[in-house]
């Protein structure tokens, strides 16, 4: 009888690389988080390197010194690939293949792979093709020589190697086509959008820094049933929910694809249409991991995609997630923010403020409206009841007294005699 014979994928090895400038960001905590994207790809960590150097080399990104400790490292360790911290340019990835004679990989690539095995929707794997296309269309002459030695692993999920091996007119022509479906994409949202805000609901968008916890928070609050992983990138489809409060009052609340520093500037194009419902939401909820020692330039990075993406004069209620978490009582603020909580989305804890600052919101954009509302206009309190905040209706001999929240544009309507016409 025959022995059945496993065949196991090979896992990826890989040595990871960052270059410390004077004036750039700290390369050890960048590569701790690098480390943690590699990871999340499917491949291990073999080892790391840090230069320090005043600039990145622009043809090789690493110094001379540095290359050959590496070509030894990869001997030691047994490793099948390179990744680098900041992208490459075509020359500076031709030049360290050539160098060292192994798969080279850029921050960016590791980025767009998780984001490829990561996509469900049709809008989602739409946006993923076309922000790797852009990044290969750049690359198309660099990646030449390597592309007959990339046999699977990071940078080759998605599009998959045939398009690897389009020219450059044909990798256009997708991204055309890409650009065209996205447009459809855009148009059914912008629809949807539009819907939303004649409902007369409030939105809100849950914002943060990849892994901070909007996954979690989103189910905590709708039961919406998303995948929340403790990984970067866990979720990546926009997912909207309605939410009641305790008071009556409803609001949608979406959950935007997770920030992180040096996001590919290709991914912020492509996801424009998903990041942008924080552009056109009433409400940034900014999820922070106040457990993480990264919490400060965490928060600044999602400050700072947010401005990318011109997002302003937002009520901004910052949440102070994962409280869970720290040993004792921890100081936190955000001078950004127009409110801050601390919670725990994992065991609810602090939940009830967030909904009574969510009411107190919600309020403050809607008017006082007191008025008695003969019995044949019975149907206005039901009105008042799907958009606004009903305090009180007493049934009186003239008719039904109420007192009442209800959203501007409907106030001047619900006031007119007869009530509003729709």
């Not at 049933?225 to 409060?245: S, W």
Request: aromatic content about 4%; overall charge negative; some cysteine.
């Amino acid at each position: 009888m025959s022995e059945l014979i496993e065949i196991k994928e090979t896992q990826e090895r890989v040595i990871l690389a960052a270059v410390q400038t004077g004036s750039g960001e700290d390369a050890k905590s960048c590569l701790e988080e690098l480390g943690e994207l590699v990871k999340t790809a499917g491949a291990a960590v073999a080892g790391t390197v840090i230069q320090n150097r005043e600039n990145i080399h622009p043809g090789t990104y690493l110094g001379k010194g540095k290359i050959e400790e590496i070509r030894e490292m990869i001997w030691e360790t047994e490793a099948t690939g390179v990744v680098c911290d900041d992208e490459l340019t075509p020359a500076q990835m031709r030049n360290l293949e050539e160098a060292l004679e192994i798969k080279i990989m850029d921050r960016t690539m590791v980025i767009l792979d998780i984001f490829a095995s990561r996509a469900n929707t049709r809008e989602g794997k739409i946006q993923v093709e076309l922000a790797q296309l852009k990044y290969r269309a750049a690359r198309l002459v660099g990646l030449r020589s390597s592309l007959s030695r990339l046999g699977g692993g990071i940078g080759t999920r998605g599009p998959g190697e045939k398009k690897l091996e389009m020219d450059r007119r044909l990798i256009h022509e997708r991204i055309g086509q890409l650009k065209a479906e996205l447009r459809d994409v855009e148009r059914h949202r912008t629809l949807q959008r539009q819907q939303r805000q004649r409902s007369h609901v409030m939105t809100a968008a849950i914002v943060g820094y990849t892994n901070a916890g909007k996954s979690t928070l989103l189910n905590r609050l709708t039961s919406a049933g998303i995948l929340a992983e403790d990984k970067l990138f866990a979720t990546l489809d926009p997912t909207t929910r309605n939410l009641q409060l305790p008071g009556g009052q409803q609001i949608l609340l979406t959950d935007t694809v997770g920030f992180i520093r040096k996001l590919p500037h290709h991914l912020i194009e492509a996801f424009q249409s998903t990041l942008e419902e924080a552009r056109y939401c009433d409400i940034i909820l900014h999820v922070v991991d106040c457990s993480n020692p990264q919490m400060d330039m965490q928060m600044h990075v999602v400050y700072d995609t947010l401005k990318q993406l011109e997002v302003k004069d937002k009520v901004m209620i910052t949440l102070f997630n994962k409280i869970d978490r720290l040993d004792g009582e921890m100081m936190v603020k955000d001078l950004s923010a127009d409110y801050q909580v601390k919670l725990s989305a994992k065991t609810g804890e602090g939940i009830d403020e967030l909904l009574e600052t969510l009411e107190m919101v919600l309020r403050s954009r809607k008017i006082y409206l007191e008025k008695t509302y003969a019995y044949s206009e019975a149907g206005q309190i039901q009105l008042i009841r799907r958009y606004g905040e009903l305090l009180s209706e007493d049934y009186e001999e003239d008719g039904i007294r109420v007192r009442a929240y209800v959203p501007a544009e409907l106030y001047s309507r619900l006031m007119e005699p007869g009530g509003p016409r729709h």
